[in-house]
């Protein structure tokens, strides 16, 4: 494992990079926005500064939904004066009790016996963040995975107010299977403001995406040729996620060789390899599985999801003046 360790890092200063540019992980520094992912971060960061309430961002496996998510939540992690993030990494919830009482262990609220405790309690902590002038940001990602029941957490959290802003902006990410978990809460899905969609990216931002990830670990030459780009969005259809899949095996084919530029041939070498793997492409039957998933009822929920948490603290000192009511929302 060390040596193995050693000859990526070998490669990579090889190839002129200071860094992995294709590692797995979702790291904001490497997300490459397109048109597309700048006009939903930017719609999103409106929705939240302007107390809108709730977003839906909506895309398919590997689009690049839990990177503007991680994104989304640095720019305000890194204000605590102003914001206070919740970022939950598996909304994997049963129920709408389960879900409420893992955000408040998140951010410190303690744990009551009941559903109203919980919710009274959650509210207190919601006026005191208002009245400290910071304004709460809930983000779930993998939010397909949370139970129809779960789904009224988001209806709760729309509903409190204060002096006509919304306390806490929620923002949801998850998989296209999401929306039909709000078919079935069209009274929540009537509170959404924003309903966003991320696609696969074009040519022309696959190139772009590849380059920048290269840049941004300290490499300005391009990797490859434009051939070997268009091989790499062929076989990926455009899917950020499969694209930097098949460039991290790219970066291991030009270290066995020790080129420092790839040709269409070393491309369709990572390209099968990356096929024949389990990150590869969907096979027919798995298509037609997910299909036939997508048009029946709410997604099965797993019992072994682990939910992994996110939190930014920060102190203020409190607002003098009135202390704010939170209120039910009718409409």
């Known amino acids: ?58 895309g398919g496996y590997g689009v690049g939904k839990s990177s503007l998510a991680l994104r989304l939540e640095s720019l305000y992690r890194g204000l605590p004066d102003e914001y206070r993030v919740v970022f939950i990494h598996t909304a994997s919830y049963e129920s709408e009790f389960a879900g409420l009482q893992d955000i408040c262990e998140f951010i410190g609220v303690p744990h009551k016996r009941g559903l109203t405790k919980q919710w009274r309690s959650f509210e207190e902590f919601l006026v005191d963040e208002h009245e400290q002038g910071r304004n709460v940001v809930v983000i779930l990602d993998d939010a397909q995975l949370m139970s129809p029941d779960a789904l009224r957490i988001v209806h709760a959290l729309y509903n409190f107010d204060a002096r006509g802003r919304k306390l806490a902006q929620v923002i949801l990410f998850g998989q296209p299977e999401l929306s039909f978990i709000f078919t079935m809460h069209p009274e929540i899905r009537s509170r959404v403001h924003s309903w966003f969609r991320l696609n696969p990216l074009s040519v022309e931002d696959t190139v772009e995406l590849i380059r920048f990830r290269c840049k941004v670990a300290g490499r300005d030459q391009p990797l490859l040729s434009q051939a ?37 041939d070393l491309v369709r070498e990572a390209v099968a390899e990356w096929k024949a793997s389990s990150e590869g492409p969907l096979t027919s039957a798995e298509r037609g599985s997910a299909v036939a998933e997508l048009a029946g009822a709410a997604p099965v929920q797993p019992s072994t999801s682990r939910r992994r948490r996110r939190s930014s603290d920060g102190r203020k000192p409190a607002r003098k003046g009135e202390r704010a009511r939170a209120t039910k929302s009718q409409a």
């Open 228 to 264: 070997g780009y268009l091989e790499i969005y062929e076989a990926s259809e455009g899917t950020p996620r499969a694209i930097v899949s098949i460039c991290a095996r790219l970066v291991d084919r030009l270290g066995d060789s020790r080129e420092t530029s790839a040709n269409v």
């Open 1 to 58: 494992m060390a040596t193995k360790k050693l000859e990526r890092r070998l490669t990579l200063k090889h190839l002129g990079f200071a860094e992995d540019p294709f590692m797995a992980s979702a790291d904001p520094r490497f997300l490459y926005l397109s048109s597309q992912h700048g006009e939903v971060l930017e719609r999103a960061r409106d929705l939240i500064e302007e107390f809108r309430g709730l977003a839906v961002v909506e």
